[in-house]
């Protein structure tokens, strides 16, 4: 799993990942997911199944990416900042189980980050 956190004050410093993925002909099917945390509590995301024939290759690369935007009140505003949260991987197994190896990341990952601040 490749984690990718881009922030900013602003929407100029990055845009969402099927932009570039659009752009550098990967075709893709895309959907919501809810992820539950540990606490109980529920992170809502976007995910794209990307897949693109690389040169050379005889077979499609397939990656699953999983993201959702981090801001740091309930108010949302830019000016205060944004965070763009992604996780990238192969596909293992189907979409479903992509998606759930990543969710058992982003649950491990929230739990590091709330020790962190305790």
């Known amino acids: 799993i490749w984690l990718s956190m881009i922030g900013g004050r602003s929407s100029q410093p990055f845009h969402a990942p099927d932009i570039c993925y659009d752009a550098d002909g990967w075709r893709y099917d895309s959907g919501s997911q809810a992820m539950t945390l540990a606490d ?3 992170l809502y995301g976007l ?3 990307a897949k693109k024939r690389l040169p050379g ?3 499609d690369t397939e990656h699953v990416v999983f993201y959702f935007y981090l801001f740091p009140s309930a108010e949302r505003r830019l000016d205060d ?3 763009l949260f992604k ?3 192969p596909r293992y197994g189907s979409v479903e189980e992509t998606l759930a190896l990543q969710s058992t990341f982003v649950q491990q990952f929230f739990i590091g980050a709330t020790k962190q601040i305790e």
């Open 40 to 42: 109980g509590g529920q």
């Open 47 to 49: 995910w794209l199944d």
């Open 57 to 59: 290759e005889d077979r």
């Open 81 to 83: 900042g944004i965070v």
């Open 87 to 89: 996780l990238t991987s």
